[in-house]
């Protein structure tokens, strides 16, 4: 039962919604006496497209972006790029949605260059979007990332003194040591982030670091051994996810590259007796509330 209150500024041409209202709309509507009506109808429409494209875009990522091993968003480039244009530029927007958690300062010009980077002929390339997100041509990828969170793993250095749940704090990471019988371990969850050691060929404590300058392993399946700078590079991990990396030791003995392969002289075999599974699990969330 209230009344309503006028503002003033309403009936003042300064703004451009308001020339909108009171000088554009009633010139039109001496062409199409129902045009407020169409416009009605036309944003109730858009309405429900809008929404059945957002739900269309999440679906896709859903189902073709890839989180491992990190909070990144990674879209496998040969699948995005057979999508129609439309679709497209709503993937995007929804994988940066998922990064920043809003879109308020992402326009038409930042979606326009990261279409542009994914059709470019640089196998290798990135941009810097506002709120601190980095998008990547990596490849046969394209990553949707954080700067801060490239920046904090770039130095882990942790040690393990025997096996337990243990957090790797600005890692963003858990790292489970748990010993088992060697029976059964072959239906067990061997993806790039689980490893299973010869747990007799090994020594406490382990030690958990970034990749340095000259170190080297012996790659599973291979003889001798080789820089690990090298084997990242022909498997074409870009750069940045190079510089990432981490070693998991036993004293100064490499035991795996972490998410990679491990060492060829921990490999479980017919006459291992214990057997260490290795997890690194993945928990950036609470990364910056955690001491190392």
């Not at 059945?52 to 491992?68: H, P, V």
Request: hydrophobic share 40%; proline share 6%; aromatic share 6%.
């Amino acid at each position: 039962g209230l009344s309503w209150r006028l503002d003033p500024t309403n009936l003042k041409a300064h703004h451009l919604r308001n020339r909108v209202r009171l000088e554009l709309l009633p010139v039109l509507l001496d062409f199409q006496p129902s045009l407020v009506e169409h416009l009605g109808e036309l944003a109730g429409l858009i309405r429900d497209e809008d929404a059945f494209m957002a739900r269309l875009a999440q679906g896709w990522l859903k189902e073709n972006a890839s989180q491992d091993p990190g909070p990144e968003t990674a879209l496998p480039l040969d699948l995005f790029l057979r999508e129609h244009p439309a679709l497209q530029r709503r993937v995007v927007r929804a994988a940066l949605l998922e990064q920043a958690g809003g879109l308020r300062r992402v326009n038409r010009e930042h979606v326009r260059a990261v279409m542009g980077l994914a059709r470019g002929d640089r196998p290798q390339a990135g941009l810097d979007l506002p709120g601190g997100i980095e998008v990547r041509r990596s490849y046969d990828q394209l990553v949707f990332g954080s700067v801060r969170f490239s920046q904090d793993r770039a130095v882990v250095n942790h040690t393990f003194s025997a096996p337990g749940d243990y957090t790797v704090g600005r890692a963003g990471l858990r790292m489970v040591l748990e010993l088992r019988n060697p029976d059964g371990i072959s239906t067990l969850n061997r993806g790039p982030w689980n490893a299973f050691l010869d747990a007799g060929r090994l020594r406490f404590p382990l030690t958990l670091r970034s990749v340095r300058p000259g170190d080297r392993f012996v790659p599973l399946g291979m003889q001798g051994r080789r820089k690990v700078k090298d084997f990242l590079i022909d498997r074409k991990v870009p750069f940045k996810e190079r510089s990432r990396a981490m070693l998991l030791l036993s004293g100064d003995t490499p035991l795996w590259l972490c998410g990679y392969r491990i060492d060829e002289r921990f490999k479980v075999r017919e006459s291992t007796e214990r057997v260490l599974e290795v997890r690194i699990v993945l928990s950036f969330q609470d990364a910056d509330k955690i001491d190392e």
